[in-house]
């Protein structure tokens, strides 16, 4: 069951005019930001499918950009968000790919400063429900719709337990998990949607343990 | 927790209640949150959809594009004229349909039901009925989670998405959402709000999505218009006691397999039906200042 929950139906709240072109897009974007976790400094996007042949008349370019700006779907600024982040001094750019994808509605995101960058690919499956599908080439599914904690980690033995265990401690119920690698003994990365927002203490704990590379958080 | 029409129907036959009441049941059980939480969630999406209809029959409101606009207004005062044929409360309901799509098209603020491209049909049958029915917020709100447990299911088993199965995943699903709906709000049993459903759905097979120029305004608005007027007869034929013969999961069904069948430039890619004639070529061409030729 891909909606599971009664306000997937009737919602999202959203400026309009198109819940998987605007909305969708306007997800995928804030996900790529809290992702990166800072403001970026620039904003390379790919659309794909249907979104490279809509887009513009969607909104779908100002609604991915406003997403990345950290505006939720019913944001009324997503509108000026383009020159919102020419303001802050984001460099954006868009490309229109020809490339066939799984789904007719792709985008693919890199966000990036000085200090890194991240790059993932995001589809808009429909009312406004999106799935992240990669993530810095692994790939992944994230409905978007639940908090998660992304762990990037070695992947040896007891990486899974530790994480697992300072949840339970923190009575955190984990309702999906996933975890994949880029190669046996080499970078390997979990994925943890939970039902309750995560505490930044929590994080913390998590990223001390010797395992762990980097964890980011993504909330409801 | 249903899966379908016919286990959805079952469930509330069985306790005795209405469709609404199984899905707060179901979002209660999915998402540990009390019924308070719930419902006021959806009295929320209620006051935008309220003010996204005061909105568009109030005030001009004209997309980008030029497109889209100003016609809930038009139809509002053709209202006052006392010579509308199809009747007041049909018309009513077709007007704040057209003016969610259109404040939608202008990027205003609105409720997907079940998508943005759609949000004009469930509300616009909603706030006439509103005048007609005088019913409580509490019913008002009961509406959208009627509407919102037959699209459910319908995005469970098929889809809710133009890009995927055409517009009659869209409007089609907001139609039928809409009718069993109506049903509820009007006094019908479980079983009727089924039938509505597969009737307004019936007749929404096979309808492509084709915007003209990408946008989500021609012929989106004027679909969800009659959207409304189909979800209003489907809704009275059912509480008249008429029956659908397909029954309303097979007629489902047989959407998601349409969908599947049809071909891409149907499915709003902008690149066949109504976006492939003439007309809105030229339209798209002047729109983003793109060479003909080029199209």
Redo the contacts between chains.
Sequence with gaps: ???????????????????????GAARIGRVARHLFGRKPEYAHISFY??FA??Y????TDVAIVGGILDFDT?D?R??DALSLAEEQGIEIKMTEEDALTDH??TAKIILGDQNGKIELVGIS????KIEIVELNGFELKLSGNHPAILIVHNDRYGAIAGVANILAKHQINIGHMRVSRKEKGQEALMIIEV?QNIDPVLIEEIESLPIVQQVVKINE | MFRNVAELVELAEAKECKISDIMIEQEMEFTGRTKDEIISQMDRNLKVMEEAVERGITEDVKSHSGLTGGDAILLQNYLKSGKSLSGEFMLDAVSKAIATNEVNAAMGTICATPTAGSAGVVPGTLFALKDKLNPTREQMVAFLFASGAFGFVVANNASISGAAGGCQAEVGSATGMAAAAIVELAGGTPSQSAEAMAIALKNMLGLVCDPVAGLVEVPCVKRNAMGASNAIVAADMALAGIKSRIPCDEVIDAMYKIGQSMPTALKETAQGGLAATPTARELEAKIFGIALEKK
């Design positions: 069951m891909k909606y599971k929950s009664v306000f997937d139906i009737i919602g999202p709240v959203m400026i309009g005019p198109s819940s998987s072109h605007t909305a499918g249907s042949k809509t513009r008349g969607h909104g019913f009324t997503i509108v007719p509605n499956i429909g009312g406004g039902d």
